[in-house]
């Protein structure tokens, strides 16, 4: 029996791209379909602008030629025969084509040759995932189902299509995870056993560095990355990474703080240049060792290393901190240290009130002070550069950041400098 999907969810703009799509394949005698998650979003009622069109036959040619009707730019990758069409309107859909994929060994990527729609779905990685809606005229709306994954998004099941999915594709498992965690679903106990067999056999030491890294950057940027990482302890996947990788005992917690800190930075830090990725990865990595073995493992860049690595030595240098220190003492200690550890700093659930107060201060006033007096206009008054300039202008700013000075006059008073 023929089913349709409702189209009711999809904006008219993009129900009209879609129509345009098809008509074209039809022209080019080419069947052409939507698929993947786009497809699975609209049959569980969520937005999903991320295209994907699969062509029988050659995707890259089509491609080009709906490039040159939409008046867009089309970039091909022809060893994939894959192609992205970028609209005037900068939306962008990803066209592929149909084809089937053979693993040459264990993680590695793909050969891939031409192959019937059917044949492309089946080779995806989930049943939820291997849907498509053909976008013929004559047919338009009409799902395609060759692997019941309509079955399984009804019942919230993550379901691979063949034994050795996992072993085939090791980031497979991070997706799975994903997945499960974001809808609310549960990953069939038999996929379970194949996540925990393929962890088994170290599948995950197959696969380079950057494909690890940019799951995980996925699954953070998920609203229910919390669910998803607890999910990860429970197959010991960051052991998996690395022996040393343990998860923080408290990592609720930590990313409570987390979204505290990038949501207070956002309002009060707007002219800042926070990276939220860097407090994100502050909550997985919490040691001095597994940022050195990890961030080597997974390649991490050298600046994110540093941050993570400045903000488990803060801690520590906050103790210095008192209910009376001075607005001075709290800027040359705060100074040193990047805003992102701060932020997180400042919304630790065992942060003192006071502590709080001042490293919010920090934030919000000390660090956008400018000194009254500089080194050239030391230069200016007839003083020569010496080693004692850094001393002079330190105790001018000290002495402003503390009230007791509020002018240039009063600054040079207080250094006791003539013009």
């Not at 091909?76 to 060994?105: C, G, I, W």
């Not at 080779?123 to 709306?141: C, E, K, T």
């Not at 099941?157 to 799975?176: K, Q």
């Not at 991490?300 to 801690?315: D, I, R």
Request: net charge negative.
């Amino acid at each position: 029996m023929r089913e349709f999907l409702g189209l009711s969810n999809i904006s008219p703009q993009i129900c009209r791209l879609l129509q345009e799509i098809g008509k074209l394949g039809e022209g080019a005698s080419r069947s052409v379909y939507v698929v993947g998650g786009f497809v699975r979003d609209l049959l569980i009622g969520r937005e999903n602008l991320d295209i994907d069109i699969v062509v029988e036959g050659d995707a890259v040619e089509f491609a080009y030629q709906l490039a040159k009707v939409w008046g867009g730019k089309a970039q091909a990758h022809h060893q994939f025969k894959t192609a992205t069409v970028t609209r005037p309107d900068m939306l962008k859909l990803d066209f592929v084509s149909a084809r089937n994929e053979t693993y040459p060994s264990p993680g590695a990527l793909p050969s891939v040759e031409y192959g019937t729609v059917a044949a492309d779905l089946c080779r995806r990685d989930f049943s939820i995932n291997a849907l498509a809606m053909r976008l013929q005229p004559n047919a338009f709306g009409e799902l395609v189902d060759c692997t019941d994954g309509l079955r399984d998004l009804r019942a919230g099941r993550i379901r691979t299509l063949h034994e050795r999915s996992f072993i085939d594709d090791p980031t497979r498992i991070f997706r799975a995870i994903r997945y499960e965690g974001r809808y609310s679903f549960q990953i069939v106990e038999a996929d379970q056993q194949r996540i925990l067999d393929a962890i088994n056999q170290g599948v995950l030491n197959l696969i380079s560095a950057q494909r690890i890294r940019n799951e995980i950057d996925h699954i953070l940027s998920e609203a229910a990355a919390p669910q998803m990482v607890n999910r990860m302890c429970e197959f010991d996947l960051f052991g998996a990474v690395d022996p040393t990788w343990k998860i923080a005992p408290n990592f609720d917690a930590l990313w409570a703080a987390a979204g505290q800190a990038i949501e207070w930075a956002s309002i009060s830090l707007t002219n800042a240049p926070i990276n939220t990725r860097v407090i994100l990865w502050m909550t997985l990595l919490t040691s001095p060792m597994a940022i050195e073995v990890v961030g080597s493992r997974l390649a991490l860049e050298n600046q994110l290393c540093t941050k993570l690595s400045v903000q488990t030595h803060m801690e520590h240098a906050l103790n210095a901190l008192s209910v009376s220190s001075k607005p001075s003492e709290v800027y040359q200690l705060l100074n040193p240290y990047p805003l992102e550890a701060l932020v997180f700093a400042l919304m630790q659930p065992h942060q003192p009130d006071w502590r709080a107060g001042k490293i919010g201060n920090y934030l919000t006033h000390l660090r956008d002070v400018q000194p009254l007096v500089n080194g050239d206009d030391l230069i200016q008054r007839g003083l020569k550069p010496s080693r004692a300039f850094a001393d002079w202008l330190w105790k001018a700013f000290a002495a402003q950041l503390d009230g007791k000075v509020s002018t240039t006059q009063e600054a040079y008073q207080f250094l006791d400098i003539k013009k």
